[in-house]
Each structure stands twice: as C-alpha cells, then as structure tokens.
C-alpha cells in the first residue's frame, strides 16, 4: 500500500482573526497550499520549519516527540493554524519539523474534520453518517 498524500490548505488563524475584525487587509492574510502525507501512527500536525516561517506563525513552546524508528527529540509548537481539507475546516497548533520536511496529518485533525483513511483508494474520506459537515462525539 502506498501512502496517502491529500492537499491541505493552511492560513495564519491570528491574522484571519485580525481581518475580520477590519483591523488587517484580506491581502495581507498569509495562505498557502501544500500536499500532506496521512500518517495515523501521528498525534498532531505537523509542517515545515520553512511553511511555519512562510504563514507567519510564531513558535509557542517545545514539546517532547518520539518518531516511528523511536528515536525522540524537542520540536517546537507553533501558534494557530487554519487548516482545510476538502470542504472541512479546523484551527489547531503545529508541531515545527525540520525545514523542508513533509507536512503530515495525525488523529487529531482526522478526528476533528470526521475523515476515514480509505487505504484501499489512497484517499481521506468523510464518515458516512456524517457526509455534509464533522460529526464530533461529546460522550
């Protein structure tokens, strides 16, 4: 099987915040488009030194991370994101990788935007109880 790779659009969640309160022009809202590899052995998201320093995201704090081959080090964590795949939408922080690494998507944001991996189509897929919006469980 191969990997799943999915187009994630990301912007700068504080100056989306700032544009609508009128106090930043829409122009100046930093966004990008990058392609992510699906990894559900993965907690959070995580991008790039270099897509972090593009979107403007300024580094929070420093978590303690353990890679697939166990081997564990400090990254830092930056602040809001937006980030949406296909038509759903969420705001998290970010794990800081290494510059020019892979963008990956952990359990958190498949939670939270309600997505099944479908290995055998290489894809993400909504729940299908749930096909129009996430469906998140509070019990």
């Known amino acids: 099987m191969g990997e ?3 187009e994630v ?21 930093r966004q990008l ?3 992510a590899v699906v990894d559900t052995g ?3 998201l995580m991008l790039p030194q270099d897509v972090v320093h593009k979107l403007g995201l300024t580094e929070q704090r420093t978590v303690l991370v353990r890679y697939a081959d ?3 080090e400090e990254r830092p964590i930056a602040e809001i994101v937006t980030l ?3 038509d759903r939408t969420m705001t998290t ?4 990788g290494p510059p020019l690494s892979e963008s990956l998507i952990g359990q958190i944001v498949l939670e939270r935007l309600d997505l099944l991996v479908d290995c055998q189509n290489r ?6 109880e749930s096909p129009y919006y996430p469906l998140l469980k509070l019990k």
């Open 42 to 44: 993965a907690v959070m």
């Open 84 to 86: 949406t795949i296909g």
């Open 4 to 6: 799943i790779v999915v």
């Open 123 to 128: 894809q993400l897929t909504p729940r299908p």
């Open 93 to 96: 922080e970010c794990i800081v």
């Open 9 to 29: 659009r990301l912007e700068n969640a504080i100056e989306r915040a700032l544009q609508r309160r009128g106090a930043l022009p829409e122009s100046q809202v």
């Open 70 to 72: 166990e081997r564990t």
């Open 33 to 35: 488009t990058v392609q």
